[in-house]
C-alpha cells in the first residue's frame, strides 16, 4: 500500500465551460474590432453646409498713370528758381521760373526778412496735404519712395518761398544785375509738375510688364537753388485733363471689363472715385486695361504709380467650395420619351424588351432626372445602356440610347447617400465659387454636400 502512493501533488484542471455570456462577449469584441478597422480603412465624407454669400475678389491694383505731358528745357545755364505752384495750373505767360547767373534771387531769399518768408495758412495746408498724402500709402517694401519725399518737400518749401518774394521782384528787376536774370514764363497753359521720370511720352499700347517694376523707376525732382545748363529740364506741362490709368490683367478679367465699359475706380490715396472709360490693349507681353477719365488729373499729376480699387459689385449667391465640385456624364433622351409610372409615380422611361418567345415588350425604368435643357432630358446612365431602346409613350416611336452630355454639380449628401445636383457656376476664385440659387435640380441653401467630390461615387452611403 506505501508503495502505491505519490508525494507528488498535480493540479486538478478545470473544464472550460463555454456558457451564453462568453458567446455573447465574444461576438461584441469581434463586432468591435470589426468596426474599428473598417473604420480606419474606409473613406470618411466630410458634409459642408451651404450657404449664401459672396466672394472676395482682389479688385485692387498698381496702375501707371498716361497723361499728354511735355517737357520745358531751360533757356540758360545758373540757378533756377521756381515761382508757380506745382500742381497748379498757368496760364500763357505766366512767369514760372528764373535762372540767375550771378544768385542774386537765392541772396535775396536767405538775406530777406523771415515774416516775409513764412509760410501763409495757405501754403502749410499744402505741405500737410503732401505730407498725408505720402503717409497714406508709404509701404516699407518701397522704403526708397521717402527720398522721393523728401525731396518734393523740399522743392515744396523752395517754391513756396519763391512765391512769397514775387512782391519784391520789381526791386530785382531795377537791380544792376536784373539782365542777368532769364524771366521764364509759360509758353502753353496746363499744370506745372517740377520732376521727370522718363515717362512723359509713354502710350497705352507701349505698357509693358518691366514698366511696372517700381525698384527701377527713378524719378528725379527738379528743386529751386540748383545749378542749370541750357537745355537742361526747367520743369513739366500736363497740357490736358483728359488722362488714363493702365493695369496689368487677364483676358478673362479683360473680357468682363469691356463689356462693362465704365467701371468705378476708387483711389486709394485719397479715398476718392471717379468713373473710367474702358479700353483693352494686347499689347507685347500682355494683356492690359486702360482706364480713361476726363477729371481729378490735378490731384494726381505728380505721381505715375497710382495705387486703385475697382469697385466691381460682388456676385452673391451659394458659395460652395471648389474641392465639391465634380462633373459627371448623363444619357441626353427627348423629353416626350419620359413619363410618370409605377406604384410610387415616379419619373422613368418605357424600355423596350423582347419575351422568350422573341415578342416585343416594354417594361417601365423607373431613372432621376438632374436637368433639362434644348428640349433633352439628362437621365441616370447608371440604369440604361448604350444600344438600348426606348419607347415613346401612347405611341411605336422608339429612340435609341447613345447620346450622352455633362453636367456641372456637387454631391448632396442630406439623405444618407450621395446624390448628385447640378450647379450653375456665377462666380469663383482659388477657393470658393458662388452657385445660383433657386434653380430646377439644384441646391438650396443649408442643404449638405460632400466636401471633397473625389473620395465619393453616385449612391455612395455616407459614412461620416
Known sequence: MANNRSGKIRQY????????GM???????????????????????IGYEVKTGSLSVNNVYKGIAIRQEEIVSSTGSGYINYYAREGGRVAVGDLVYTVDETGKISEMVGTGDPDENSLSNEDLNELKSE???????????????VYDFKYDVQGTVMKLANYRILENIDALNASTDAGLVDFCRAAKTGIVIYSTDGYEELTADQVKESDFDTTTYEKIPLISNELVNRGDPAYKVSLSENWSIVIPVTPER??????????????????????????????EDGTYAELKFNNSMITFCTDRYIDIELMAEDETGLKIPNSAIVEKEFFLVPVEYVTKGGNSGADGVLREIYTEDGEAST?????????????????????????????KPDSMEKYPISKRGKLTGVYNINKGYADFKKIQVLDDNEEYSIVKSGTTYGLSVYDYIALDASSVEEHDLINE
Open 23 to 45: 458567446i455573447i462577449f465574444g461576438c461584441i469584441s469581434v463586432y468591435i474590432v470589426i468596426c474599428v478597422v473598417m473604420y480606419f480603412t474606409s473613406s470618411h465624407i
Open 363 to 391: 417594361e417601365f425604368i423607373e431613372t432621376t432626372i438632374y436637368d433639362e435643357e434644348e428640349g433633352e432630358y439628362y437621365l441616370d446612365d447608371s440604369v440604361l445602356r448604350i444600344g438600348e431602346y426606348i419607347i
Open 254 to 283: 479683360a473680357a468682363e471689363l469691356l463689356e462693362e465699359e465704365y467701371v468705378k475706380v476708387k483711389f486709394l490715396k485719397n479715398q476718392d472715385s471717379s468713373w473710367g472709360e474702358v479700353a483693352i490693349h494686347e499689347n
Open 131 to 145: 505730407i498725408l498724402g505720402f503717409t497714406s500709402t508709404f509701404s516699407t517694401d518701397r522704403f526708397s519712395e
Open 13 to 20: 484542471r478545470k473544464p472550460l465551460n463555454i456558457n451564453l
